[in-house]
């Protein structure tokens, strides 16, 4: 066996290999958490986003009753879930909600924070405007 040949190979030992793995695995630990952060300010934010947008839409529909009939009425679930009426476009998705319970519908709601059955993304109390999300995630029925 060729001695010198065996010196001048190149290349990373056991220990060198087990060292950065161990550094990716730390780099990994601490940026999960992280991502996890992001998700749930991002949820947050877009249903911040969704709802403003949603009351905006029913205050102007409120504010047009007003001014075209002399009387302001708040529009009822059907008028604010029907495409035109009240929003130019479909219902925004509720994001704490499942796809597979309807998060881009409105349900028929009493009190705030109250979760009205399994299904609807957004819950909505015709007599008074009020609209909140119609799940019960983290912090979502704050806003």
């Known amino acids: ?9 190149k290349g990373f030992s056991l220990i060198e290999l087990v060292i950065i793995i161990v550094i990716l695995g730390i780099l990994a630990a601490v940026a999960i958490p992280k991502y996890q952060d992001i998700t ?5 934010s877009s249903a911040r986003a969704a709802l403003g947008g949603l009351r905006s839409a029913v205050m102007i529909f409120y504010a047009n009753k007003a001014v075209t009939t002399g009387t302001a009425t708040w529009p009822s679930v059907n008028e604010l879930g029907t495409i035109g009426t009240v929003m130019e476009q479909g219902i925004p998705k509720n994001p704490y909600q499942a796809k597979t319970s309807a998060p881009d519908s ?13 299904r609807g993304g957004w819950a909505y109390n015709a007599t008074t405007g009020e609209l909140w999300p119609n799940t019960s995630g983290s912090g979502e029925n704050n806003f």
Do not use: H, P, W
């Open 1 to 9: 066996m060729n001695f010198n040949s065996l010196r001048n190979q």
């Open 106 to 118: 409105i349900v028929t709601g009493v009190t705030k924070g109250t979760i009205v059955g399994v």
């Open 40 to 44: 749930s300010e991002a949820k947050e």
